[in-house]
């Protein structure tokens, strides 16, 4: 019998940490270590934000490498995962909606990669990526992992990649400054509202934007809606824990929710 797969959300913040080691990514590589090995793997990742939802459905994604003013270290970085083509019409017939269109120009961008190459170093796991519908509520991208969440029976490890903090434009990029007091606000309530509802129950943040900090800690939605995905497909006798928490640059937290 498969057993049921966790579903995970982690906070990637820069994309530097794919070719650097630090506490963040050594719970990343644990995680990959420790965790039930899934048979494939399907990223709702903040950086493919679409018109309808699409997935990837080729047999050998690219490795998308959408930054700028990086080393060419992180340039020149490949992670050649295999895709998985009966996934992703898996994946179009749970959500069960006529918008939901097979791609097959996207790849894997590096909120998707970025992580996984310190989860799964050996790129020997079949990665499909979803895409977020910038047209949806988060109560529908929070029913989209409810759809997804049967998923988990059948091997498939639910990985959303994001940050529940995120706000690039007040980043500092130096030491010197600190984190953001409303940054650290809106994340400590964020951790204490992950464990207030699972399975199909509304869950509080959903609701999200109503937090005092909200809009500062998220201008825009595409960093905290991939957490949504996974807690929608939590189940009434999980469990949600936090696997590390911290944050980068003053203003783009870490923290990381599994669900198992």
Do not use: C
Not at 44 to 55: D, E, F, K, N, P
Not at 151 to 165: I, K
């Amino acid at each position: 019998m498969t057993p049921r797969m966790p579903a995970l959300f982690l906070g990637h913040g820069n994309p530097m940490h794919a070719i650097q080691e630090n506490r963040y990514t050594d719970v990343w590589r644990q995680l990959g270590e420790q965790l039930p090995r899934p048979k494939a793997i399907l990223v709702i990742s903040a950086h493919w934000v679409t018109r309808g939802t699409a997935v990837t459905a080729m047999s050998h994604p690219r490795t998308i490498h959408d930054f700028g003013q990086f080393p060419q270290a992180l340039f020149d970085m490949q992670y050649p995962a295999a895709g998985d083509p009966p996934l992703a019409e898996k994946v179009k017939q749970q959500l069960g909606a006529s918008n939901i269109k097979l791609d097959h120009q996207w790849g894997l961008d590096h909120g998707t990669w970025g992580v996984l190459v310190k989860m799964y170093p050996k790129a020997d796991i079949p990665v499909v990526q979803l895409s977020l519908d910038a047209a949806l509520s988060p109560e529908e991208h929070y029913q989209l992992g409810q759809q997804l969440s049967s998923l988990r029976d059948e091997g498939v490890l639910l990985l959303a990649s994001g940050n529940t903090v995120h706000n690039l434009s007040m980043a500092r990029w130096g030491k010197e400054g600190g984190i953001y007091p409303w940054a650290e606000d809106f994340d400590q309530r964020v951790q204490e509202a992950l464990g207030s509802a699972t399975g199909d129950s509304h869950h509080p943040l959903v609701d999200y934007m109503q937090f005092p900090g909200a809009q500062l800690a998220n201008p825009t939605p595409e960093h905290f809606l991939p957490l949504l995905y996974i807690l929608g497909a939590a189940r009434a006798d999980d469990q949600i824990t936090v696997p590390v928490t911290g944050m980068d640059m003053g203003s783009i937290s870490m923290t990381s929710v599994l669900v198992q």
